[in-house]
T-cell receptor
Framework: DGGITQSPKYLFRKEGQNVTLSCEQN?????MYWYRQDPGQGLRLIYY???????QKGDIAEGYSVSREKKESFPLTVTSAQKNPTAFYLC?????????????FGPGTRLTVL | DAKTTQPTSMDCAEGRAANLPCNHS???????VYWYRQIHSQGPQYIIH???NNETNEMASLIITEDRKSSTLILPHATLRDTAVYYC???????????????FGTGTRLKVLA
């Protein structure tokens, strides 16, 4: 089955630790995205990548870092510099260059920092 | 960036049509309107999108006003499984051509009643 996988579903970390969230897709999509969702709120864009070895900051990039070494993978690192890291994190992907390119979302990772 | 406003919550009787309104009065001429839904703690699921014309697919219909300042998502025969948060989203171009981000609002929590 084609799709986007995120692991793990739930993640717990102590304050001050960096943590990396996994996102893998087998849809052969060029563009990938990371969003953050807080309770009762919509999604906000953290980082996005249009092609391998290239990525750009979204609206709330501070305290986060990403890499795009392979087309199918776009891991997100939540660093200790992120002031309020507890949230639901969603990864998405889309084809590049078409006007109708909907984004496909993964199941999400819920991060809790203790 | 264009912004969307939606009612916080709505109820609908099972088997009846659910009409979910959305205001996007600051939308630009080339910005699409997308609708997604999110069941608790899952990734958003694509429903439908449109630019100017009304659209219909197997899940729903999208009615966009002539001035494009508002739209309505119609679920023709709501079922209990349609209970979810529905997001009206404006898609805007970012980076080089062919990449887009979604501007999420806070969504409408639809409850389908038996």
């Amino acid at each position: 089955d084609g799709g986007i996988t995120q692991s793990p579903k739930y993640l717990f970390r102590k304050e001050g630790q960096n943590v990396t969230l996994s996102c893998e897709q087998n849809l052969n999509h060029d563009a990938m995205y990371w969003y953050r969702q807080d309770p009762g709120q919509g999604l906000r864009l953290i980082y996005y990548s249009q092609i391998v070895n290239d990525f750009q900051k979204g609206d709330i990039a501070e305290g986060y870092s990403v890499s795009r070494e392979k087309k199918e993978s776009f891991p997100l690192t939540v660093t200790s510099a992120q002031k309020n890291p507890t949230a639901f994190y969603l990864c998405a992907s889309s084809p590049f260059g078409t006007p109708y390119n909907e984004q496909f979302f993964g199941p999400g990772t819920r991060l809790t920092v203790l | 960036d264009a912004k969307t406003t939606q009612p916080t919550s709505m109820d609908c009787a099972e088997g009846r049509a659910a009409n979910l309104p959305c205001n996007h009065s600051t939308i630009s001429g080339n910005e699409y309107v997308y609708w997604y839904r999110q069941i608790h703690s899952q990734g958003p699921q694509y429903i439908i999108h449109g630019l100017k014309n009304n659209e219909t697919n197997e899940m729903a219909s999208l009615i966009i006003t002539e001035d494009r300042k508002s739209s309505t998502l119609i679920l023709p025969h709501a079922t209990l499984r349609d209970t979810a948060v529905y997001y009206c989203i404006v898609r805007v171009a970012i980076g080089t051509s062919g990449t887009y981000k979604y501007i999420f609002g806070t969504g409408t929590r639809l409850k389908v009643l038996a």
